[in-house]
């Protein structure tokens, strides 16, 4: 069974940092498609990264440039590095991942049971 744990979430103020974790059992990480989405107070979600097994990275428009995603494939992990927060990034975040970008694409990934961030302005 795969099982997915997200830490590093918590409470800033707008221009700081966060670095959220995502261990993952259950499978070879370094096989996997894995990515972060969230989920605002709206409950609008939008998949703000992903990194494939050769770290090839995607990134939304919203976050370009303050967000980057890692992985370390020795300890099962991905990194989502966090900085210049907006109030805007208020949200719950998950982490997915699948055994490979097929399952992904066909919405076979599996989920950890997400991390809070809220940024004050």
């Known amino acids: 069974e795969v099982q997915l744990a997200e830490s590093g979430g918590g409470s800033v103020q707008a221009g700081g940092s966060l670095r959220l974790s995502c261990t993952a059992s259950?499978?070879?990480?370094?096989?996997?498609?894995a990515g972060w989405y969230r989920q605002r107070p709206d409950n609008t979600c939008e998949l703000v990264s992903t990194i494939d097994s050769g770290g090839t990275t995607y990134y939304s428009d919203s976050v370009k440039g303050r967000l980057a995603i890692s992985r370390d494939n020795a300890k099962k992990a991905v990194h989502l590095e966090m900085n210049a927060l907006k109030p805007e990034d208020t949200a719950k975040y998950y982490c997915a991942a699948a055994r490979t970008y097929v399952e992904w694409v066909r919405g076979r990934a599996d989920w950890g049971q997400g991390t809070q961030v809220t940024v004050s302005s």
């Open positions: 259950g499978f070879k990480s370094g096989d996997s498609y």
